[in-house]
């Protein structure tokens, strides 16, 4: 079994900060491609930033230049360090990762349940 586990998620005001962690445990022989997702109500979800095994990033244009998305390749985790935070931010943010499993030849895309971020004064 392999899980997903987000956190960092809350409330801040308009300007403000914060940062998610998203962390991968299980049968994991090697965590490829991880990214940041969201979800405002009533929208699809949208990529907001992905980053590859060798630290390749790719950001949706409504976020650059304020979130930074990094990871930690021995702890298997990923973070988005957000700044500048609009209301238009808030979403639940999901993590994803593909990842492959002991035993397995290829990865397979997993998704965390995600965690809330609200923008408003």
């Known amino acids: 079994q392999v899980q997903l586990v987000e956190s960092g998620g809350g409330l801040v005001q308009p300007g403000g900060s914060l940062r998610l962690s998203c962390s991968a445990s299980?049968?994991?022989?090697?965590?490829?491609?991880m990214g940041w997702y969201r979800q405002a109500l009533g929208q699809q979800r949208e990529l907001v930033a992905t980053i590859t095994y060798y630290g390749r990033t790719n950001y949706a244009d409504s976020v650059k230049g304020r979130y930074t998305i990094s990871r930690d390749g021995a702890k298997n985790t990923v973070y988005l360090q957000m700044n500048s935070l609009k209301p238009e931010d808030t979403a639940v943010y999901y993590c994803?990762?593909?990842?492959?499993?002991?035993?397995?030849?290829?990865?397979?895309?997993?998704w965390g349940k995600g965690t809330l971020v609200t923008v408003s004064s």
């Open positions: 994803n990762a593909d990842i492959q499993r002991l035993g397995v030849p290829s990865g397979v895309d997993y």
């Open positions: 299980g049968n994991i022989f090697r965590v490829n491609a």
